[in-house]
């Protein structure tokens, strides 16, 4: 059976759709409707009418899995963890990557205070490192992921439990970067686990915090966004969709179309998506899949 034979699209669209998974369906929503409506009117030669952003409606793989495959999302934005996931069950393919704030990659930081005594993972077995909440890839999954991949046991810490079991890594999670940050400084934990566009904004790790803490530990760098089509559009369509995204940053109705959410512009850049998926796909345990 051809990639894409049960998914749910078809030639004749006329409503063209964009999402994520996430739980925020309102904020998402209004960050990706600028981009599918623009990118919509400049596919009329296509058929298209109109453009709809079409949220999964929660964080798990399975219900976004479940949405693409019905066709109800054509062009996805997701996380390389997500986008792996897509890839691999034959669903969805990648394009394209994004550049966002000036950057199109991130890594995780897992980092200390300076007096902790800490100085290596090593140090962190029965020990608990604060994470910001399961859906953040940069705080929780690629630093669990990595770690996990490296051989050192986690395991998540729930109240009332004090502390980890000996010999695991345990993680909790606190909500905000601020919050992570906050829990270290104070020594509630013995680590805090962001990505380096977190520990660089004072907001989220301010400047009389840094001063206490240390780095211990980063992650290979990967990209921050991927952009999939469901496996089942028409090549003609997909390939239109390509030309017109890579085009956004060069008209104004397009620049304003990506502020929506603080994108600079789509890049296409194959072979370092190929370098990123093989990486991913490495790191991906089934029972993990659900928590990205």
Not at 67 to 82: A, C, N, T
Not at 110 to 115: A, G, P, T
Not at 178 to 184: A, F, I, K
Not at 192 to 201: I, R, V, Y
């Amino acid at each position: 059976m051809p990639i894409g034979a049960n998914c749910g699209h078809n030639k004749e669209k006329k409503v063209l759709t964009m999402g994520r998974a996430t739980e925020h369906v309102v904020k998402q929503q209004s960050k990706i409707q600028p981009i599918i409506k623009y990118l919509a009117s400049r596919l009329k030669d296509m058929g298209i009418e109109r453009g709809e952003a079409v949220l999964a409606g929660d964080r798990k793989y399975a219900t976004l899995r479940k949405r693409v495959k019905e066709g109800k999302i054509d062009i996805i934005l997701e996380s390389p963890f997500k986008a792996a996931g897509l890839k691999r069950d034959g669903i969805a393919y990648p394009i394209l990557t994004l550049s966002r704030r000036g950057a199109g990659e991130y890594n995780s930081l897992i980092f200390v205070r300076k007096d902790s005594g800490i100085n290596t993972i090593e140090d962190l077995k029965g020990k608990i490192i604060a994470c910001e909440d399961p859906s953040s890839t940069s705080s929780c999954y690629l630093p669990r992921a990595v770690l996990r991949a490296e051989g050192f046991d986690m395991e998540e810490i729930t109240p009332p439990n004090p502390s980890a079991s000996n010999g695991k890594i345990g993680y909790v999670f606190a909500g905000t970067e601020l919050n992570v940050s906050s829990r270290v400084f104070y020594k509630k934990v013995a680590a805090g686990a962001l990505s380096n566009l977190d520990w660089s904004t004072p907001g989220d790790v301010p400047e009389a915090y840094k001063a206490k803490f240390k780095v211990i530990w980063e992650s290979p760098k990967i990209i921050e966004f991927v952009v999939l089509v469901g496996a089942g559009l028409d090549k003609r369509l997909v390939e239109r969709i390509k030309e017109e995204m890579l085009m956004m940053n060069k008209t104004a109705e397009g620049k304003k179309a990506l502020r929506a959410y603080e994108f600079d512009r789509f890049i296409d850049s194959p072979e370092k998506i190929d370098k990123l998926m093989t990486y991913i796909e490495r790191l991906i345990k089934p029972d993990e899949e659900e928590t990205d």
